[in-house]
């Protein structure tokens, strides 16, 4: 079984910055792919950046330039960097983790983006 855990959400003025974290823990293989996606109300969830164990990373157009995807594979840990952010980052950020075949979401932070 795998658990993940969000952490860093919370309420900023436009123009600011965040950071959210998300800790793996369980079965968890060397070889997987850890992401973030997002889902703001009335909408789906949508994309916002992948990293894989070796480092490759992978943005959404709305978000290169301004977020960082990181990982601390010793800690089976994944960090997003949000700076610059804009009203329209508001949403309920999940943390994914892809692994043999098999997908596994985190419980989600809220993100909110308003003056």
């Known amino acids: 079984q795998v658990r993940l855990v969000e952490s860093g959400g919370g309420l900023v003025q436009p123009g600011g910055s965040l950071r959210l974290s998300c800790a793996a823990s369980g079965s968890i293989f060397n070889m997987n792919l850890m992401g973030w996606y997002r889902q703001a109300p009335g909408e789906q969830r949508e994309f916002v950046a992948t990293i894989t164990s070796g480092g490759t990373t992978n943005y959404a157009d709305s978000v290169k330039g301004r977020f960082t995807i990181s990982r601390d594979n010793a800690k089976n840990t994944v960090y997003l960097q949000m700076n610059s952010l804009k009203p329209e980052d508001t949403a309920v950020y999940y943390c994914?983790?892809?692994?043999?075949?098999?997908?596994?979401w985190g419980q989600g932070t809220q993100v909110t983006v308003a003056s």
């Open positions: 994914s983790l892809q692994q043999r075949g098999f997908g596994y």
